[in-house]
């Protein structure tokens, strides 16, 4: 596998070695699933994402949500790590959700599309 290697000032690597304990994403995605969810109302988007994430066998979707309420409900029960966010798809109030939504879950990392 090739990698590519950024160096600071000093000339020191700023990645993991090979053989250092720490796990890139690549290795780190080779054991397990990254539990993924979708917020987005149009529904023929959320479907269409929803199943395109399907296809990568390094990702699992644990749920789609379309509004607040849907979306507080799935992380609260499914606890995924990463919730795709439909920004625009989301009207209006979609800007003042994501800081409630980081405060429920904290663990959970939000990717807006926009």
């Given at each position: 596998m090739l990698r590519k290697r950024s160096r600071s000032a000093e000339g020191d690597s700023l990645l993991p070695r090979r053989g250092s304990?720490?796990?890139t994403i690549g290795e780190a995605a080779a054991g397990a699933?990254?539990?993924v969810a979708v917020a987005a109302r149009p529904a023929l988007f959320?479907?269409?994402l929803t199943r395109q994430l399907d296809n990568e066998p390094s990702l699992k979707v644990v749920g789609q949500a379309r509004d607040e309420d849907q979306i507080t409900r799935l992380l609260s029960k499914?606890?995924?790590q990463v919730l795709l966010f439909d920004y625009e798809g989301l009207g209006p109030?979609?800007?003042s959700m994501?800081?409630?939504l980081r405060r429920m879950a904290p663990a959970t990392r939000i990717l807006v599309l926009a």
């Open positions: 304990g720490k796990k699933q990254l539990r959320r479907e269409i499914e606890n995924p109030n979609g800007e994501i800081p409630r």
